[in-house]
């Protein structure tokens, strides 16, 4: 049953964020709930590939269906980590209202499904869609933590975690969008769903592109004035150069 399916995964991400506690207590709350968070996306983007390229059925034509068994297994596990980061961050007041919200609707979104058992085949994709870019933005924070993200290697993060975002979860997700709202077999409250949730992505957007605008200015200052600098070098060189050539030349006179 996906009740006991859910539980069974509330316990086993709960299991997992106290087994991080213990092994490693000197890190702090954050650090090890954070690890839960990349073990859990790296987890259902891999379920949800499956579901959807492999196990089927597309989710593009085949929006409001039935719900298959492994469908309804991944929703499970999705949900038992969702139930357990909104209990995490409500605790510890880590999330502002639109993290939360993003999670509330996450919820409401993957239970609907569940309970009605249709609609899960467009739910894998629309969660495959959201934590694909998950493990990028976990990486980010802890190359942060550990004074290693202004570097090459956060960089590279930063541009293939706007990158993902921008294709997948906005322009693949604006198909998934039309499909979903044009399906005949899709509810009326899912297709609701549909539309907090692509709201939703377009606030991140919004957000990640001022990020992104920001960035790009500072390293294009950072790089100019660096530029600046190589050519002051350059010059004060030349300049020792043609002083010494004078000093000898009066020498050699001499």
């Known amino acids: 049953m996906p009740a006991l399916q859910v539980l069974c995964s509330l316990i086993g991400w709960l299991g997992l964020y106290m087994a991080f506690c213990r092994v490693s207590p000197q890190r702090g709350p954050e650090w ?3 690890m839960v968070t990349l073990s859990h996306g790296v987890v259902i983007v891999l379920l949800t590939a499956y579901v959807i390229f492999i196990d089927g059925p597309w989710p593009l034509t085949h929006a409001g269906t039935a719900n298959t ?11 038992g980590y969702f139930l357990f980061d909104i209990g995490w961050c409500v605790c510890f007041g880590t999330e502002g209202s639109v993290m939360l919200a993003h999670h509330a609707a996450s919820i409401t979104g993957i239970l609907l499904a569940l309970l009605m058992g249709v609609s899960a085949c467009e739910t894998c994709a629309v969660i495959f869609g959201s934590e694909v870019t998950n ?13 290693l993200y202004d570097s090459l290697l956060g960089d590279a993060v ?15 997700g604006t198909a998934m969008f039309y499909h979903e709202l044009t399906s005949p077999r899709t509810t009326e409250v ?6 907090v ?10 957000d990640i592109a001022r990020f992104g605008y920001k ?10 004035e660096k ?3 190589v050519s002051m070098d350059g010059q004060h060189l030349d300049k020792s150069k043609d002083s010494s050539r004078l000093d000898n030349s009066a020498v050699d006179k001499d």
Request: aromatic share 16%.
């Open 32 to 34: 090890n709930c954070r």
């Open 69 to 79: 068994p492994l469908q309804t297994w991944a929703l499970s596990v999705c949900l």
């Open 135 to 147: 493990p990028l933005l976990q990486t980010r924070w802890f190359l942060r933590r550990l004074d």
């Open 158 to 172: 930063d541009l293939l975690f706007i990158f993902l975002f921008a294709t997948v979860r906005v322009g693949v």
């Open 190 to 195: 899912m297709k609701l769903g549909g539309v």
């Open 197 to 206: 949730m692509y709201g939703l992505a377009w606030v991140f957007m919004v």
């Open 215 to 224: 960035k790009s200015r500072f390293r294009y200052k950072q790089w100019r």
């Open 227 to 229: 530029h600046k600098e």
